[in-house]
């Protein structure tokens, strides 16, 4: 084990006299949600330091409890922001010690640092000259240390006399201004952060949303001056990030050879490859938002984009994955053809979220059969005068309640969509929500657009049923047809029409992929619409989906025996398969408005390479066959297969989607997409990788502890 790796609380009572000497420290440890990576933060400090807080942004996690436990001050402060939440401790916290350090959560301090520390805070604080030091920070990337990529040496101001230093107001990536002269400490402090792969590209997802923003103002307020007193590297880093890399073509490539080839990050073998993969693709990350900002910034005539209302929360201090986004695209009008490509209406609610759900009272001597709808709230009633939900937008859509199906439509916090998506499929007779616990007004809406709104309670014990399995199971549908859509998924009247003609048996194959089939299920394509235009290529056209059945036919397949697979309660890339034969295919479409903008794919396809790591373990063994020559799903993963056994993938994913898959016509969004399918590879890949180090892990544990060796 690197010696630097775990500090154990070692000679403690070294620094005591009788239990009551002082080491003339106190530690701050901002912490959110930390229960993983806090317990080894405290147990570098608790002990030798004079007093240690723990800054906690209403965490809803242990880690006010662990923190208690090992001996911490917890004190609850609201997110302010990276900067602000630092600055706050440092303007309330009742300090009694000359010197203070900032340690974040998934830090810790050598044994070799400590006693440095104290031989510093030991002197009377008036015959230090310095008023600061950089503490320099060796970085653990999938347990191994990085110590070239540019990462090592990394100094960064920690250690400082009370009142002489504050942080820099800026969304990310702050740095610390000291009043007076700063020196250099000779040893190492550790940075680990234990969480895994999907909370690093959920957390580098909201950094460079921040980076991205801040980047912008600075450009439009033509901000020229530069901080005082940076450390050299920190400057550096900061001249570079702000005037040289975003001229540059080819963002995130540059960063890889700087951080591979300059700065020697091969010689970090496997762990320094990754690592340089990783950092390259947040600069792209950066590059993509940034240019997003200009183009939104360019549609309200240069003025500045409003940051959304989860961004005042600052970062880290929201639930991983909830990026909010980074701006609002509004239209007036409504498309009247599929060929329509604006962007999706968005409803702001002007109700706040209801009151909680009263227990439905049942008939006398009547039990209840499967699952019972949620009583509608009083705010369903005031926002459904405000909506009025039958008012169908243009085009030949079916009259309103005049075909007998039934929509479901899966949702968790989906007050953004699923209005215009239930207001679209008003003609049908049956409008079936199934929520998993939302906390916005999701609910509430749900019910003023005339659903019946049903609760899911996902076992991740089993990871089995998801949700749509669920509730073509458990609902008591009216219908024999159900017509299943997500709340980002918007119906077209062509498509509606279709559906009509289906269900009234009226229905015949014509057009260009009409297909009859069994008769009990039907494929439905869509069209996806990416940074506001149709994606034509890149794989995305034609994107196959069975989506309206007969619901006591068809079941979504289970992949292997996958348990709870970290990409949420919601069926990912799983596919229906019907007891009778094969799905028809449907000739008309429906439009896709996955995503926002940039930060809502990332996080997204985050949860789903989770999935496919998932997939990977389980050799994509489902009940849909993996055929070249079958059907266009069978053909699909039938190529995912062969693929997972190439070299380079990322590299091949790209030219495959970008030049065989015709991404190239789509024009800057199709570039943009495909380096994004790159990135989603590799993170699929890095992911397994990760799956097997800690099966690998657990498996040499169990091994020592059955042979008696010591772990």
């Excluded at 957390?203 to 460079?208: A, F, I, T």
Aim: aromatic share 10%.
């Amino acid at each position: 084990m690197d010696s630097h790796r775990e500090q154990p609380r070692r000679d403690a009572d070294a620094n005591r006299v009788d239990g009551a000497a002082r080491s003339n420290i106190e530690v701050v440890i901002p912490a959110f949600n930390e229960e993983v990576n806090l317990p080894h933060a405290l147990r570098s400090v608790v002990g030798w330091a004079d007093k240690v807080w723990v800054i906690d942004s209403e965490s809803t996690d242990r880690t006010r409890d662990i923190a208690k436990e090992m001996g911490a001050q917890v004190i609850i402060q609201p997110w302010l922001g990276y900067a602000r939440q630092k600055n706050w401790a440092l303007d309330n916290l009742p300090f009694q010690s000359d010197w203070v350090f900032i340690l974040d959560s998934d830090e810790a301090i050598s044994d070799e640092l400590r006693k440095e520390l104290l031989g510093v805070a030991g002197k009377p604080v008036a015959s230090v000259p310095e008023a600061g030091y950089y503490v320099n920070r060796l970085t653990f990337f999938l347990g191994r240390p990085i110590r070239h990529c540019g990462y090592y040496p990394s100094y960064n101001l920690r250690f400082f006399k009370r009142g002489k230093a504050r942080y820099e107001e800026r969304e990310v990536h702050e740095h610390m201004m000291v009043d007076g002269t700063t020196a250099r400490l000779r040893h190492d402090m550790t940075h680990e952060d234990r969480r895994g792969l999907e909370h690093l590209i959920a957390k580098h997802n909201r950094y460079s949303t921040l980076e991205a923003r801040e980047l912008r103002r600075e450009q439009m307020t033509e901000e020229k001056k530069e901080l005082p007193e940076l450390e050299r590297g920190i400057a550096l880093r900061r001249f570079l990030k702000r005037r040289v890399l975003p001229k540059l073509p080819l963002s995130g490539v540059w960063r890889f050879m700087y951080m591979y080839v300059l700065r020697l990050g091969f010689l970090d073998g496997v762990a320094g490859l990754r690592f340089c993969l990783l950092l390259s693709t947040y600069d792209l990350f950066i590059s993509l938002k940034l240019a997003e900002q200009r183009s939104l910034s360019g549609v309200s005539n240069g003025a500045p984009v409003p940051a959304p209302s989860s961004a005042n929360k600052g970062g880290l201090a929201i639930p991983e994955g909830d990026v909010g986004p980074t701006s609002v695209a509004h239209r007036a009008d409504t498309p009247k053809t599929v060929a329509a490509v604006a962007s999706p209406p968005v409803l702001v609610p002007t109700t706040a979220p209801g009151q909680p759900a009263v227990p439905r009272t049942l008939p006398p001597g009547a039990e209840p059969c499967g699952p019972v709808p949620e009583v509608r709230r009083a705010a369903a009633d005031r926002l459904a005068v405000e909506l009025n939900p039958t008012q169908m937008p243009p085009g030949d859509f079916p009259p309103v309640g005049s075909v007998a199906v039934s929509i479901l439509v899966p949702v968790k916090n989906e007050q953004r969509n699923i209005v215009e998506c239930l207001r679209r499929c008003q003609w049908a007779t049956e409008l079936v929500v199934v929520d998993s616990q939302s906390t916005d007004t999701t609910i509430e809406l749900s019910q003023a657009m005339g659903a019946e709104v049903y609760q899911f309670s996902y076992d991740r014990r089993t990871g089995w049923p998801k949700k749509k399995n669920w509730a073509l199971e458990k609902v008591p549908w009216k219908n024999e047809w159900v017509m299943i859509l997500d709340a980002d998924e918007y119906m077209t009247p062509e498509l509606a029409q279709e559906i009509r003609r289906v269900v009234e048996g009226k229905w015949k194959p014509e057009g260009k992929f009409a297909q009859a089939g069994c008769g009990d299920g039907y494929w439905v394509n869509r069209r996806f619409m990416f940074m506001g235009q149709w994606i034509k290529g890149c794989g995305y056209y034609p994107s196959w989906n069975v989506r309206l059945l007969k619901h006591r036919l068809g079941r979504y397949e289970r992949i292997g025996a996958l348990g709870d697979t970290g990409s949420g309660d919601n069926e990912v890339h799983e596919h229906i398969v019907l007891s009778t034969g094969s799905a028809g295919y449907l000739s008309n479409e429906f439009l896709h408005y996955a995503y926002p903008d940039l930060s809502a794919w990332i996080e997204k396809h985050n949860r789903y390479t989770t999935w496919e790591a998932h997939a990977m373990e389980a050799k994509d063994e489902g009940a849909v066959r993996a055929k070249f020559f079958g059907e266009p799903i069978e053909r699909r993963r039938w190529i995912k297969r062969f693929g997972r056994k190439l070299p380079f993938r990322p590299t091949l994913r790209f030219f495959y989607s970008y030049i065989f898959q015709k991404g190239f016509l789509d024009g800057y969004p199709g570039i943009v997409m495909c380096r994004l399918l790159a990135w989603y590879e590799f993170m699929s890949i890095a992911k397994h990788r990760e799956m097997q180090a800690h099966r690998g892990e657990r498996a040499r544990r169990e091994a020592a502890m059955t042979s008696g060796r010591p772990t």
